[in-house]
């Protein structure tokens, strides 16, 4: 989580965030089908990562807005979540 932290910081300093503020970043995988337990896990782990950075006041007075979608680990349901 620490990586994903400084990086998000490196990325605000240089002003790559939107005027809002509010940072969305986002993800697909399976959170359904076979491979569900793997997806599920990433975006577990993610979710604790987010709510921890904006509990703590976000990245530079940014907060973070993680979507998801779910791919029901099929390749063509990947394409259409993009």
Known sequence: MKQV???LKRKARRRLMPAEKVWKIGAQGPLTGGAAVYG???V??????V???NA???INGY???YKKADDEH???KGHQCV
């Not at 577990?44 to 990562?49: D, K, P, R, T």
Request: charged fraction near 25%; charge should be negative; avoid cysteine.
């Open 5 to 7: 932290e400084q990086l």
């Open 40 to 42: 599920n896990a990433v």
């Open 44 to 49: 577990n782990g993610a979710e604790i990562a």
């Open 51 to 53: 709510n921890e950075i």
């Open 56 to 58: 703590n006041g976000g």
């Open 63 to 65: 907060q973070i807005e």
């Open 74 to 76: 099929d390749q063509e």
